[in-house]
């Protein structure tokens, strides 16, 4: 019986020891990076009703404080960050997702691209990196679609080459 007793309290100084439950938690902590892929990741599938607008959409351009049905991927970008708890960004406007301090070479998933368009000369689409793998770039963007427009009806997950992306910002870990 006292050889039980050892053996029992034994098994449990190595659950103890182990974090089997004892006070100590085994799951890692989501990063800022990982919370804006997870929330972005979420709203895949989320739909255009008419041009520019949905009542989730609404809410996507209500964050950067547009009232009005309008393009929507840096809405999209913004209000992304606003639900992981970043107070930055909140703009409207692609381009100024992408300001000099923000600009990064290597992203991190959880950062935003950028796509410039000569014919508009300045960045006008923009979206969340989910993966970075060999050439591939793998997103979730607002006001896409399953071709990659930038005045889509849609949130999508999409798989871009390296070469088509401008730019990239970091709004977590950056100043």
């Excluded at 997870?38 to 739909?47: D, F, Q, T, Y």
Aim: charged share 20%.
């Amino acid at each position: 019986m006292g050889a039980i007793k050892v053996c029992i309290v034994l098994v449990c100084l190595a659950a103890a020891g182990s974090g089997w439950g004892f006070g100590r938690s085994t799951l890692k902590e989501e990063t800022g990076y990982e919370r804006v892929v997870r929330i972005a990741r979420k709203e895949i599938s989320v739909r255009e009703i008419s041009e520019n607008s949905s009542p989730r959409i609404r809410e996507y351009l209500s964050c950067v404080g547009i009232k009005e049905a309008a393009p929507w991927c840096a809405s999209f970008v913004s209000w992304c960050h606003k639900e992981a708890g970043f107070a930055q960004p909140r703009t409207p406007w692609s381009p100024s997702l992408f300001p000099k301090a923000r600009v990064v070479k290597e992203p991190l998933p959880g950062c935003v691209f950028g796509i410039y368009f000569n014919a508009l000369g300045r960045v006008a689409h923009c979206g969340v990196v989910v993966k970075l793998h060999g050439g591939n770039v793998y997103t979730v963007e607002g006001n896409t679609s399953v071709a990659g427009s930038r005045e889509g009806d849609g949130v999508y997950a999409r798989v871009r080459h390296r070469r088509t992306i401008y730019c990239y910002a970091d709004w977590i870990g950056r100043i």
